[in-house]
């Protein structure tokens, strides 16, 4: 590692030396090698050494700091010290440091969070209302990293009650699973999604069932998903929603790189085969699929 990295992570990610980590941050000039980075020398000359220490130990994180910077512009003010304190929060729960630049990058607000009012909340639900245990955080923040960033009191207790009022009763899948869904919006994407299938024709508790059967289907889009491949299953396949219903699953396959292609194949070859054999089964398990028909 370069000798400016070498100081960058020392003076934010192993907690120093108090004292030489605060003659560091309020230096008004460098005593480091930073100076000799590239990073520090494309850098504009106007901007502080503090400034482009924050963004040197940003990317040695692994995360891309212009990105985060522009949606996160609450980063700019941000101080070493406060995003130290995050860093040193997540470690005690168990979150690596290599997994930081991917956590960071998918979700920058989390650099510029508050530990008492934002990120603490959130391990406290996932222990108290999920029944994640210390050991297993790491395990369900890389799942999905949004949680982080999510409200508990708006987000995260509300999706769990109107899923849980569904039939989502299996907390281990939802925290190890699933946990997407519980940073989505009740409002504009879980009821809107299950009242599409019953807008064409199916039941309330038919709609119920195949979320339940396949959660993946609250986090597909209607209009990029649903739609063409609901256009494709009922007109090139003649398919009845019944079939759907039994095998919802069907919406998370691909519709150009599998649906189709597999589809073709079964009418050119003059066969009948249902949707879970067609599409469930490997390259080899279809080829033979075909033989034997």
Known sequence: MLPAATSCRTSMCISPNPDQQNILLRSAKPKTLLHKHPLYETTHSNISFQFKEKILCLEIMGVDSGRALALNPALHTASLHAIHDIVTFLQSKGIHLKDLGRIFGMCPAVLTSDIKSDLAPVFNFLSHDLRVSDLNFRRVINKCPRLLISSVRDQLKPALFYLQRLGFTDLHALAY?????????????????????????????????????????????????????????????????????????????????????????????????????????????????????
């Open 177 to 293: 699973q699933d946990p997407i869904l519980l940073v989505s919006s009740v409002e504009k994407t879980l009821i809107p999604k299950l009242n599409y299938f019953v807008s064409l024709g199916f039941s309330k508790s038919d709609a119920v069932e195949m979320v339940l059967r396949c959660p993946a289907l609250f986090t597909f889009s209607i209009e990029n998903n649903f739609k063409p491949k609901l256009e494709y299953f009922t007109g090139e396949m003649k398919g009845e929603l019944g079939e759907l219903k039994e095998f919802p699953q069907y919406f998370a396959f691909s519709l150009e790189n599998r649906i189709k292609p597999r589809h073709m194949e079964v009418v050119r070859c003059g066969v009948k085969v249902g949707l879970p054999m067609m599409l469930k089964a490997t390259d080899e398990e279809f080829r033979e699929l075909l033989i034997r028909k």
